[in-house]
């Protein structure tokens, strides 16, 4: 991030405005949003200017802009349209020590102005950095139309009731009150009776979340999929959103996280394959403390929190402390990950069954039914298996299964550093521990890639760059 999004404090402040044409009437009008005390100054003023120093909305001084004219300004643009004029007003505002914006000219101004929804006192502002002028105009549009017009005038007067909603524990259902007000109440207030009804309207629904009991906490158990955000399902979105604690797993993406409010609390339980981790004791306990404080929790697990999650031990904490909890699913791995393939991990003919097995449990590797896996035709979706490839290896080809069979090495399934890595069988080991995977991966068994067959024929491991 380039530019740091702030809202600069600009009643009864002095902003300068140079230039008296189009492109600073273009400026003045938003700043007239603003209780500033503006002043332009310009040789030339065109009559929209004019006319607003004549209503004493501006303060115009006539003549080019002199050394003296940006003291004690909080802002000052540059607005003459003229590259030239522009650099040296500019050069006067640095020295009289006000934050300069040269209109079109990113690089030498020290703020720019972004795109601005105003519904006041709810402001919107939206930048791209100069890079897409065409998008924030799109999202202005977007977010014009979704925000009711009345948004304004319901913050407003919700504002002027802040201090009897304390009236309510502070938390969850305080929010509870604010978001029935804005999403509920308000709107309606406003349909039946007009801005008069807010009032009374704020008052009913203060007494009603009053006499209501505490909401009860509550555990979702959030599938968060295998990375990509657009992969989570809408139920989990909407639980992610309204969690008041959200307690994650190491293999959880940031921009997943990013979902959850700014206010939530956010527990990294961090579980690593053979690291550093949070004892399942403690997490499962960690959860049930605040479920039991009336917090919404959110138990966010990569993929389907039913496939290698240890959900049972996390349910089994919830019901003995009596605590609800729900069961989200997600996106699991091995979906993502044949999909990448353009593969169908059932095919007529070839295998009707599939399994989802795990390279290691709590006790090393883990053992599976090696010799009917090892039949011709077989697939199996190997969770974990980067450190126990050589075993299972070892274990199949023991079994009789053919050196050729097609194994396939999907990382960071769904992410934007996917990897891919076709081979076979017999060159299954080094070829995975030669990869220096870093991030997690799903290993299939009997699954090449859709075209990759042929190529696999000819080269005995390939690479396919995503
Ligand atoms: N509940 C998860 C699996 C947890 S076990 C799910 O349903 O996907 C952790 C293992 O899942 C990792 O060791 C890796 O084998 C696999 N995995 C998770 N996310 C992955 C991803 N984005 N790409 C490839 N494998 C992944």
Known sequence: MQHFPVFVALAGRRVVVSGGGECALAKLRLLLKTEARITVVAAEA??????????????????????GDALCATLFYAANDDEAEDTRV???????????????????????????????????????????????????????????????TLARIGKTFRKMADALPMGRKRRDFWSDYYFNAGPAAIEAGGTDGIEPALHDLLENHLKTEARRGHVDLVGAGPGDPELLTLKARKAINEADVVIYDRL??????????????MVDAGKEGFGKSMAQGDIDALIVEHAQTGAQVVRLKSGDP????????????????????????????????VASLNQSFTKRGRNS????????????YADHDWRALAQPGEVAAIYMGKKSARFIQGRLLMHGADPATPVTVIENASRMDQRILSTTLAQME?????????????????????????????????????
Not at 252 to 265: D, G, K, Q, S
Not at 315 to 332: K, L, M, N
Not at 437 to 463: K, V
Request: glycine residues 8%; negative net charge; contains cysteine.
């Open 46 to 67: 065109e009559d929209g200017v004019r006319k607003l120093a004549n209503e004493g909305r501006i303060t115009l001084i006539s003549r080019a802009m002199e050394p």
């Open 306 to 337: 039913t496939v290698f999650g240890r959900l049972d031990e996390e349910i089994e904490a919830c019901e003995a402390a009596g605590v609800s909890y729900r069961i989200i699913p997600g996106i699991t791995a091995a979906s993502a990950a």
């Open 430 to 466: 080094p070829t995975i521990s030669n990869a220096g995977l870093s991030g997690p991966a799903i290993t299939f068994y009997g699954l090449a890639p859709r075209h990759a067959l042929e190529a696999a024929d000819t080269l005995p491991q390939q690479e396919l760059a995503q």
């Open 252 to 265: 959880v993406t940031p921009e997943i996280l990013e979902l959850a409010r700014r206010e939530a609390l």
């Open 353 to 364: 069954a599939l399994r989802i097995i795990t390279g290691h449990d709590t006790k090393g």
């Open 90 to 152: 500019a050069t006067i505002a640095h020295r009289e020590c006000a934050m300069v914006n040269i209109v079109d000219n990113l690089a030498d101004s020290q703020f720019i102005t972004p795109a601005i929804v105003d519904r006041d006192p709810v402001t919107i502002a939206i930048g791209t950095e100069g890079a897409a002028p065409v998008l924030a105009r799109a999202i202005k549009a977007d977010l014009e139309e979704k925000l009711p017009s009345q948004l304004g």
